[in-house]
């Protein structure tokens, strides 16, 4: 516009002056462009050229707002952020939603003429923070599976922070690590002041393992973190942590919720189960059946209302397990084991689901790594390149719930008949059986039913939480004492359990399989 400039003279006796006055008239600029734009808290996708007026940014959760720092190209520009004018160069606080986020810039030229947009999309990140568990798998390429065998955790916090753990091959030495999450996903390690998307899992006498992993931020958010172990060019084994969503609270916040009754019914079987491990069959296996267990291991487990599951029990050649684990959101359960004193392994997947007449927990071809053990005198070779067992759960409602007995039958009075106990395998020169009187608190063997062949001097319990426990004497070994130790089944009205019998006429030991049936 009309720039009126007053020139004024002051002649040289200091009073008279005279004046002149310039005009100036300047025309208003039609320039309309950004000179500089940025994000705070954010980095624009390409980086910022005035002539290109698309953008994308990404956040994490924790980012809720953010602002826009622009400069136009022309000084008397107008800028305005969604229709606002900022402060400065600084717009007002933009909140951000969970998804896509449009953000529009405008520069309207001095001269009210014809303004430019610019368009910035920015993509705020579901939250993930929390913590996360589960199986790491051998890979079919693996060049020795029982060491890629393992269970991992991973702790994040809002900001995309996390801190986690590797345990592999049977061993109880877990393996830290630590570092964040980028906006795409990607872990990037802390190795001392280095930040790299590869962690090295270095274990003694066996090849280094480089461990990558990533946030699933694929849409219908699985909250998941999904990896893999590399050993050289070879993946060794892969893995995907499932994020704990299982509440006690009632009614929790979503995604957080409540186990379903489906698995723990507090009014019920308040979260109990039993578990059989029964082998595969060998013809199977494709081992002969002297070479692995026959038997089937057991465990008992508790599902708490927070999806923590605690379980304990025994293999079939009779060691000893315990362990504890969250529940994932599609109620799936790493279950691993570190077993022979860190030297083997076993483990795989559990899905909580109910199969009808089945069971109401499995875990199909879950792998058991034994090595050489010269010193056990129970399958001294064990098996290096692992076999298979399935894993079958069941509900167990105790008689308390029931009013029945622990096997969920109405008692009986000698001499009546309420299940028959079977045993085979471990080396038994033929099957032997005993029918049993089962009433509230009391087990009673009886001798054979018609036709077989009994096992002398039997003793059965059943325990309150669904063991079963007792003894035989092995006929062809001069009437030694044989233990036994299992679980009864009350999904498909059975028991199974495992016995170790001893060496006789030249046999190794052997783990011979009882079966309970009612």
């Known amino acids: 516009g009309s720039n009126v400039i007053p020139v004024v003279v002051t002649a040289q006796d200091g009073v008279t002056k005279k004046t002149y ?22 980095s624009l996708s390409p980086a910022f050229s005035t002539g290109t007026t698309g953008y994308s940014a990404t956040v ?29 160069s600084l717009s007002t606080s933009i909140p951000l939603v969970e998804g896509s986020n449009a953000i529009n810039v405008t520069v309207t030229p001095e001269n009210g003429g014809v303004e430019k947009s610019y368009e910035v999309v920015v993509l705020r990140r579901p939250a993930f923070d929390g913590g996360y568990d589960g199986m790491v798998l ?133 979260g109990r189960y039993t578990f059989t491990l029964p082998a595969v069959d060998p013809a199977v296996q494709k081992m002969a059946a002297s070479t692995y267990p026959q038997g089937s291991g057991w465990a008992t487990a508790v599902v708490s ?35 022979y004193r860190g030297t083997g392994a076993f483990g795989g997947e559990v899905s909580f689901r109910d199969v009808p007449g089945q069971s109401d927990a499995d875990g199909m071809g879950v792998r058991w790594f ?10 001294p070779g064990g098996w290096p390149s692992g076999i298979r067992v399935d894993l079958l759960g069941s509900k167990f409602l105790g008689a308390t719930v029931t009013k029945n007995t622990v096997l969920d039958t109405v008692p009986a009075v000698h001499p009546a008949v309420n299940a028959l106990l079977s045993l085979r395998h471990g080396g038994l020169p033929s099957m032997l059986s005993n029918n049993l009187t089962v009433g509230r608190t009391s087990v009673r063997v009886q001798g054979a039913p018609a036709g077989g062949m009994a096992a002398l001097n039997g003793l059965v319990a059943l325990g309150s939480t669904g063991q079963i426990t007792g003894r035989f004497a092995r006929p062809d070994a001069a ?39 009612y």
């Open 479 to 517: 009437g030694s004492s044989v233990q036994m130790r299992g679980v009864v089944f009350q999904k498909t009205y059975h028991g199974a359990e495992y016995f170790i019998a001893p060496s006789a006429g030249g046999r190794k030991p052997e783990s011979g399989l009882l079966e309970l049936a």
């Open 305 to 339: 209302a927070s999806g923590w599951v605690a379980v304990s029990g025994e293999l079939a050649d009779g060691e000893r397990f315990a362990l504890s684990q969250y529940l994932s959101k599609d109620n799936r359960l790493p279950f691993y084991i570190a077993a």
């Open 370 to 379: 034994k090595p050489p053990l010269a010193a056990d005198a129970l399958y």
């Open 138 to 270: 051998p890979a079919s390429e693996a060049p020795n599976p029982s060491q890629a065998l393992g269970v991992s955790s991973v702790t994040v916090n809002a900001g995309g922070r996390f801190s986690g753990n590797v345990r592999l091959g049977g061993k109880n030495v877990l393996v830290p690590f630590s570092g964040y999450f980028d906006v795409s996903g990607v872990a990037q390690f802390a190795v001392g002041s280095v930040r790299t998307t590869s962690r090295d899992i270095v274990r003694a006498g066996l090849p280094t393992l480089a461990l990558s992993m990533r946030v699933d931020f694929q849409p219908g958010l699985t909250h998941q973190v999904v990896g893999e172990l590399r050993s050289g060019s070879l993946v060794a084994g892969t893995f995907t942590l499932n994020r704990r969503l299982y509440s006690r609270t009632p009614a929790p916040t979503a995604p957080m919720r409540n186990v379903p009754v489906t698995v723990l019914d507090p009014a019920k079987d308040n």
């Open 60 to 88: 994490l959760n924790y980012v809720n707002a953010i602002t826009v720092d622009a400069t136009a190209a022309s000084a008397n520009a107008i800028i305005k952020v969604n229709g606002v004018v900022g402060s400065g």
């Open 21 to 42: 006055s310039l005009t100036v008239s300047r025309t208003a600029g039609s320039l309309a462009a950004l000179r500089r734009m940025e994000l705070r808290f954010a």
